[in-house]
């Protein structure tokens, strides 16, 4: 069946170090999105992709990047300027027929 | 410039009792509007979707009504049970310049008690 895959789904990171989070689709969709959510609080958009090669930010992409090499991924790496990255990030992908797609999350923490 | 608001941002109710939840937009044009559950740490869950045309649409314990003409939405739940206990967020697809786009609302956490 078609989905999205986010990976891994914990991860911890030291102080000042870089991660990413894997976001893959076997969907073909055009269009994928990054959201960040903290404890209580809604989804808040990082980044996101309408298009192979071309991405825009989001509400909140300062400390993070992405890239959209390839039209099943689009990785987010959160970066050491992320002074808070500890959350729960989502991958989505929205398709045809009014249906999102989304992935497990993935829980970072900083440790 | 959130362009989906939504209300109460949490709401407590007893188990069995039914409850409301809003959401206002003002993304334009207009796509249609869904409602998610969202457990912690899980990906959000799809209740309902509607268009533009449609103004209520029912899955299960869940009804959601929609007003294009004033942007407003509602997720009336009933006879809640404890496993209704989660984030309920609705999300207004729109066109912008950049193209096709998602626009969340910040949710309402819902606690049903015993």
């Known amino acids: 069946d078609g989905g999205i895959t986010q990976s891994p789904k914990y991860l911890f990171r030291k102080e000042g170090q870089n991660v990413t989070l894997s976001c893959e689709q076997n969907?073909?969709?055009?269009?994928m999105y990054w959201y960040r959510q903290d404890p209580g609080q809604g989804l808040r958009l990082i980044y996101y992709?309408?298009?192979?090669?071309?991405?825009q930010k989001g509400d909140i992409a300062e400390g993070y990047s992405v890239s959209r090499e390839k039209k099943e991924s689009f990785p987010l790496t959160v970066t050491s300027a992320q002074k808070n990255p500890t959350a729960f990030y989502l991958c989505?992908?929205?398709?045809?027929?009014?249906?999102?797609?989304f992935g497990e999350g993935s829980w970072l923490t900083v440790v | 410039k959130n362009q989906v608001e939504q209300s109460p941002q949490s709401l407590i109710i007893l188990e069995g009792k039914n409850c409301t939840l809003q959401?206002?937009?003002?993304?334009?044009?207009?796509?249609?509007l869904r409602w998610y559950k969202q457990d912690t740490g899980r990906g959000p869950v799809s209740l309902t979707i509607?268009?533009?045309?449609?103004n209520t649409k029912s899955n299960g314990r869940y009804t959601a009504t929609l007003d294009a003409d004033t942007k407003q939405s509602s997720l009336h739940i009933t006879a809640s049970q404890l496993s209704d206990s989660a984030s309920y967020i609705c999300?207004?697809?729109?066109?912008?310049?950049?193209?096709?786009?998602?626009?969340f609302g910040k949710g309402t956490s819902l606690l049903v008690t015993p």
């Open positions: 989505a992908s929205p398709g045809s027929g009014n249906t999102i797609y």
């Open positions: 969907l073909n969709h055009d269009a």
């Open positions: 992709s309408q298009i192979v090669n071309d991405f």
């Open positions: 959401c206002n937009y003002t993304v334009s044009p207009f796509s249609n």
């Open positions: 509607m268009t533009f045309s449609e």
């Open positions: 999300v207004v697809s729109g066109y912008s310049n950049s193209g096709y786009a998602l626009n």
